[in-house]
């Protein structure tokens, strides 16, 4: 659980950093910035953690000693002395810049702030945030002077979408910190390298959350890749087994493999398929075995609003099922066959009204 309600402000700093594959260098700020205007600081406070809707947290990573781990060295000489703020905000900009060398990058500026009063899992805590502003926005100013109206054009940052930030929660230090994180500019893996995997240098953090999260995506691999082709299930027969694993999940506190065989899988030869399938999820994931696990209530609400199934059929028709609509009718709404006169599949659905 995050929550970033009660979140203040107590330092920040902005300096500007550009592409090194273009040599383009990097621009120190004179000394912190002083928050004189209340409602300045309220913006950015909106600007800095309105694109944090992702729950999964992460952790700082290194394959042979944390201690090694530049951004994370950086980040605990300020847990332990806040007055090394500003010095340490030029080492961490440094680090990025080093790490700016995708042609995609772009120069832009560089934040870096000190945050008290987040709370994560119930525990109030301390934190560092790194954020970096990529792109400006055009926009009209229109101002009234001398009973004579006029128009400019300029721009400006918009408040409402983060390009890419990170925060850094004073929490399970031994453990590499908790991090949340933000890319909203990269979405191709070469470019979102740089900003996850080169600069911050994160895994995962195998939690309650994560776990959830990810036999969720168990259960729908599956029902793609055995239950599908092996066992000639429909698309529909798909959703609705993906549709009673959501829901054990849901009604649930704990995990339990058995358990959620009997309920979900049911069919004996299909709950070995599932267990061998599961076993070859986990080792290709790189994932620990659990057999059980507490449940995130968070991670199943998040899932459950990105699965929208699509049968997609060669008549370029789409049929878009919501899981709740097949919850709610046991999955007898749709029906799938086949018609001797056009050797044709076809669905049937039934409804009451049109909307």
């Given at each position: 659980m995050l929550d970033l309600s009660k979140t203040q402000m107590e330092q920040l700093v902005i300096h500007k950093v550009g592409n090194k594959l273009r040599d383009?260098?990097?621009?120190?700020?004179?000394?912190?910035?002083?928050?004189?205007?209340?409602?300045?600081?309220?913006?950015?406070?909106k600007y800095f953690f309105s694109s944090f809707r992702e729950k999964i947290l992460y952790k700082f990573y290194h394959q042979t000693d944390i201690h090694l781990h530049e951004l994370y060295m950086y980040v605990s000489a300020i847990f332990i002395d806040r007055t090394r703020f500003y010095e340490q905000s030029?080492?961490?900009?440094?680090?990025?810049?080093?790490?700016?060398?995708?042609?995609?990058?772009?120069?832009?500026?560089?934040?870096?702030?000190?945050f008290s009063g987040c709370i994560v899992d119930g525990q109030t805590v301390d934190a560092v945030g790194i954020f970096k502003t990529e792109n400006k926005e055009k926009y009209l100013k229109v101002s009234d002077r001398m009973q004579d109206v006029t128009l400019a054009a300029d721009q400006g940052i918009n408040i409402k979408k983060l390009d890419k930030g990170a925060i850094i929660f004073n929490l399970d230090s031994t453990d590499g910190y908790r991090v949340a994180i933000v890319d909203n500019v990269n979405r191709k893996d070469s470019e979102a390298a740089y900003w996850k995997d080169e600069f911050l240098r994160l895994t995962d953090v195998q939690d309650a959350y994560f776990h959830t999260q990810n036999h969720l995506q168990l259960c729908r691999d599956f029902a793609e890749t055995v239950y599908g082709p092996l066992y000639q299930a429909d698309k529909k027969d798909q959703v609705l087994f993906v549709n009673e694993a959501v829901a054990y999940f849901d009604k649930n506190e704990k995990f339990d493999i058995d358990e959620f065989a009997q309920n979900v899988v049911k069919q004996p030869e299909l709950i070995e398929q599932f267990k061998e399938h599961k076993v070859m999820f986990e080792m290709n994931q790189g994932l620990q075995p659990l057999d059980?696990?507490?449940?995130?209530?968070?991670?199943?609400?998040?899932?459950?609003?990105?699965?929208?199934s699509l049968i997609k059929l060669d008549t370029d028709i789409e049929i878009k099922i919501k899981l709740a609509a097949l919850d709610q009718a046991d999955g007898d709404i749709i029906e799938r066959g086949f018609d001797e006169t056009k050797q044709m599949h076809y669905y049937k659905v039934y409804f009451n009204e049109e909307e």
């Open positions: 383009e260098g990097f621009v120190l700020s004179a000394a912190e910035y002083e928050m004189l205007d209340g409602n300045i600081e309220e913006l950015l406070l030029v080492n961490i900009l440094k680090h990025l810049y080093e790490k700016s060398v995708h042609p995609q990058i772009k120069r832009g500026e560089f934040y870096a702030a000190y059980s696990f507490a449940i995130s209530g968070q991670a199943v609400k998040t899932t459950k609003r990105k699965l929208r």
